[in-house]
């Protein structure tokens, strides 16, 4: 007995990994996808199952967003989509938003991949008003009925729920490196943009404000997600943190956080 808890303690010291230590990283491995100027790459096929996804904006304005399209989708069918979206005021019909990298520092999701087809595109807006998705910044992506290898679902240390117009869930979270699983439950789509509150900043000023970007640090996020599960790594030391949203609202014109959709999250 002695002698095989020391053979176990001995394979345990020889792992790569320590399994110990909570890891932000979902089993599956992960898939980089770039955009930059006028193009797209990642790969044309990935196994179903959770999936790592490093959106890398190559380029100062690009916002990277993933869709899942109806299925059978064809390349022409994509077009219309994509036009479709260049100008549509939320999600064309038959469409999911699943997330993307929103800011900063982290351009990493975890997300739940059906077999189906799919887009990477650039939800930026040119000046002339038209999305860069239209401009060769997007690619189609296929889902196949191979299971990932190890694509388990991942480990959440804080849970969120967004709602229209609001975030439900724990107002207290921990500082360090963990998971934070994110479900849109709204009819709407919405963003999970989390940015620090600078020291003589008040929340209420936040909210007072045209963009509350002009007065908070970005941190990280996700981008547009429809009613879907998204989990997103996070690495937050200790203060004053602020979530929003800023997807308009079709009916109104405004954008969620104007509608109430802030909140104040307090990192210790
Ligand atoms: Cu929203």
Known sequence: MFVMLAVVAMLGSLLPVDVRRPTPVAD??????????????????????????????????????????????????????LSNLDTA??????????????AADSGEVVVELAPGRYVFTCLTKNDD???HGIAGESR????????????SRPRARVSMRM????????????????????????????QFRVARLPAGITF???????????LLIPVTGIGRMGRSVTYLPVHLTPGSYVLFCLVHDPATG???DKLGMYRLVEVR
């Not at 189609?140 to 694509?151: D, G, S």
């Not at 209420?204 to 002009?214: E, G, I, L, Q, Y």
């Open 140 to 151: 189609l992506l296929t889902v196949t009925r191979t299971h990932a290898p190890k694509a």
């Open 129 to 131: 008003g038209h999305r």
């Open 254 to 256: 405004r954008t969620h």
């Open 163 to 190: 709602t229209d117009f609001a975030y439900v869930g724990a107002d207290r979270w921990a500082a360090g490196s963990y998971l934070v699983r994110v479900e849109n439950v709204g009819r709407q789509d919405h």
């Open 28 to 81: 599956g491995g992960i898939v980089r996808v770039t955009i930059r100027t006028g193009t797209v790459s990642a790969p044309d096929s990935l196994p179903m199952g959770w999936t790592r996804l490093q959106m890398v904006a190559d380029g100062p304005n690009h916002a990277p967003a993933l869709f899942r399209l109806p299925a059978g989708t064809t390349k022409a069918q994509l077009a219309a989509f």
């Open 204 to 214: 209420d000023s936040v909210v007072r404000s045209d963009d509350p970007r002009r």
């Open 89 to 102: 005021a939320a999600t064309p019909t038959g469409a999911l938003a699943m997330g993307g990298r929103i």
